[in-house]
């Protein structure tokens, strides 16, 4: 099993930024890729990005390219988005996910993962 701890949300005026930690534990060596999905009141939970552990390569869906950037330390087996920009509509909680393979641009829906955090709020006031 893997254990995963979201820390860093919080509340944040329009055009300020965050940055995310998901720190993961356990049976780390199995995880392959790590993501990042959000969920606001009344929506479904949707992709924003996700990275692989082996090369680092990296997604983005659209609403977020250019203003968040995903990012892994290995040693730390911790994974990171830095949050810039933040828009209202950024408001949601974020969960932090985990998953045994790589799917890379197919890698995109919560059924890809394995393993999901406990979720952070993330509160972006206009």
């Known amino acids: 099993q893997v254990q995963l701890v979201e820390s860093g949300g919080g509340l944040v005026q329009a055009g300020g930024s965050l940055r995310l930690s998901c720190a993961a534990s356990g049976r780390t060596f199995s995880i392959y890729a790590s993501g990042w999905f959000r969920q606001a009141p009344g929506k479904e939970r949707e992709f924003v990005a996700a990275?692989?552990?082996?090369?680092?390569?990296?997604y983005y869906t659209d609403s977020v390219r250019g203003r968040f950037t995903i990012s892994r330390d290995n040693a730390k087996k911790t994974v990171y988005l830095q949050m810039n920009s933040l828009k209202p509509d950024d408001t949601a909680v974020y969960y932090c996910?985990?998953?045994?393979?790589?799917?890379?641009?197919?890698?995109?829906?919560?059924?890809?993962?394995?393993?999901w955090g406990q979720g952070t709020q993330v509160t972006v006031s206009s």
């Open positions: 990275i692989s552990w082996a090369d680092g390569s990296r």
């Open positions: 996910a985990a998953g045994r393979a790589w799917y890379g641009a197919q890698g995109m829906t919560p059924g890809r993962y394995d393993y």
